[in-house]
């Protein structure tokens, strides 16, 4: 049958002896409502919506949500991992074979997110589920730009054993110096402060998950070496951002070390 090729986000869904990402701390933005429409809404550079006359038009999503189960009315037509006629928020009038394919892709991923809100934990999810799948890709991609190797104990981060844990609250010294991210070596605990959910908060998904997968690749990189090298995580953070801004272009003047809102704030 012939299908119609729509773009996956996939599961929607970076011293001392730690690692921390710093930065100067930003106020307070307005974050994406939670919630599986309002996420796939906040997706804005992902979405299609049919031009139909309906008091309540259905929003045609290229993520997954991770709704469960996955093809439930849910006010999404999930076309990243429903088939048109699986998910009953579809439109009837879609073109037959329009969707994904359920037995499409068989890539999963298992980290675990703490203490994290639900657009956080998604945003997460999806970053890390995208990486994973196009591992061959984004490995070739950091690695050309840095000339490390980027391993398989960083995939194995992304994939299934790294935990997420969201402070919420900024960590800051009384220089008004803002930790972003913390790991430590051979450790699986990453810890992401509230200083970057702060920097991130008026974003869009395609900007935020940009900032997530610098910073996760950062923090991934410290977790996996056995010494600590700054370098080496800020050259792949660098080259994980600009990866995730080629395949998924986000607002235009995004950037990774930008602050008061033009971008992540890494540095």
């Not at 011293?15 to 307005?30: C, E, L």
């Not at 076309?79 to 037995?103: H, I, N």
């Not at 970057?196 to 974003?203: D, K, M, Y």
């Amino acid at each position: 049958m012939l299908h119609i090729t729509l773009l996956a986000l996939g599961v929607l869904v970076a011293g001392n002896a730690f690692a921390v990402h710093q930065a100067v701390n930003n106020d307070i933005g307005r974050v994406c409502p939670d919630g599986v429409a309002a996420i796939a809404t906040c997706e804005r550079d992902n979405m299609i919506k049919p031009r139909t006359a309906a008091a309540h038009p259905v929003q045609l999503a290229a993520v997954d949500t991770q709704d469960q189960p996955r093809c439930a009315a849910d006010g999404v037509c999930n076309l990243a991992v429903c088939s048109a006629k699986q998910d009953p928020d579809c439109p009837k009038d879609l073109p037959p074979g329009a969707g994904a394919d359920p037995a499409a892709s068989t890539t999963s991923i298992s980290l675990e997110t703490v203490d994290c809100t639900d657009t956080q934990a998604v945003d997460i999810s999806a970053v890390a589920w995208n990486l994973v799948d196009d591992w061959a890709n984004f490995e070739r991609t950091v690695e050309s730009a840095t000339g490390f190797n980027l391993g398989n104990c960083i995939r194995n981060r992304f994939r299934d054993n790294a935990r997420v844990i969201c402070e919420q609250q900024a960590n800051c010294n009384n220089n008004g110096r803002c930790v972003l991210g913390r790991s430590s070596p051979l450790n699986k605990t990453t810890r992401i402060f509230g200083t970057f959910f702060n920097n991130i908060a008026n974003a869009s998904a395609p900007d935020r998950r940009a900032c997530y997968a610098a910073l996760l690749t950062h923090e991934f990189s410290h977790s996996c070496d056995r010494v600590f090298e700054q370098p080496r995580a800020e050259a792949r953070e660098a080259a994980a951002f600009t990866y995730w801004r080629t395949r998924f272009p986000g607002t235009s003047g995004w950037t990774r070390t930008g602050t008061s809102g033009t971008g992540c704030g890494l540095d």
